[in-house]
């Protein structure tokens, strides 16, 4: 059975950082591809970035390059997401996926 548990959602200000987490089970991590998408309030799915973990190639939306960072830890078989300099509108509910399975999502909220 595939699992993914999202942690490190919260409230930030502007300009702040978070970095989310994702613990991943009944794949083979070392060798999956995963992303992080969100979901902003009254708006669809949203992909912000994805790890091919076999060649270690990321991949990122225009709004997410230079901000936020996708990395994973084989050994704890936990994707994350580091997102630095974050604005109102990153405000969302980000889920990690693979394949066809996602998490249940983490609220991040940015407001002053």
């Known amino acids: 059975e595939v699992q993914l548990v999202e942690t490190g959602g919260g409230l930030v200000q502007p300009g702040g950082s978070l970095k989310l987490s994702c613990v991943v089970s009944?794949?083979?991590?070392?060798?999956?591809?995963m992303s992080w998408v969100r979901q902003a309030p009254g708006k669809g799915l949203e992909w912000v970035s994805s790890?091919?973990?076999?060649?270690?190639?990321?991949i990122y939306a225009d709004f997410a390059k230079g901000r936020f960072t996708i990395s994973t830890d084989n050994a704890k078989n936990t994707l994350y997401l580091q997102m630095n300099n974050l604005n109102s509108e990153d405000t969302a509910v980000y889920y990690c996926?693979?394949?066809?399975?996602r998490g249940q999502g983490t609220q991040v909220t940015v407001s002053s």
């Open positions: 996926a693979t394949g066809t399975f």
């Open positions: 009944g794949v083979r991590f070392s060798s999956a591809a």
């Open positions: 790890i091919y973990n076999d060649v270690r190639k990321t």
